[in-house]
């Protein structure tokens, strides 16, 4: 088991940044793809930003590429991701996932096989 705990929504203007944390805990596998995924509301969740343990190679979603930066701290306890220049269709509840294997890519939803429960990021205009 894997626990997920995300931190650092909040509401924020366009143009502003915000950082948020996703604590893990629990039984990791030895490789994984962590990573950020959304959810506005209406819409289905999609993928912001993931991780690959094992080379560290980033991922990131074509409209978030050069705002949002995702990272990992030393000992893999701790992610985060970085967003600046946020724009109101940023808005949506977001979602710290993991799942095991290797991926080259942000991995499906529907193969994530950990969550948090969200953190709320509203941007306004």
Avoid: H
Avoid at 20 to 30: E, I, K, P, Q, W
Avoid at 45 to 59: K, L
């Amino acid at each position: 088991q894997v626990q997920l705990v995300e931190s650092g929504g909040g509401s924020v203007q366009a143009g502003g940044s915000l950082r948020l944390s996703c604590a893990a805990s629990g039984n990791t596998y030895s490789r994984y793809s962590m990573g950020w995924f959304r959810q506005a509301p209406g819409k289905e969740r999609e993928g912001v930003a993931t991780i690959d343990s094992g080379s560290g190679s980033t991922y990131y979603a074509d409209s978030v590429k050069g705002r949002f930066t995702i990272s990992q701290d030393n000992a893999g306890n701790t992610l985060y991701l970085q967003m600046n220049s946020l724009k109101p269709e940023d808005t949506a509840m977001y979602y710290c996932a993991t799942a095991p294997g290797v991926w080259i890519i942000i991995p499906p939803t529907s193969r994530m096989r950990y969550w948090g429960k969200g953190t709320l990021v509203t941007i306004s205009s």
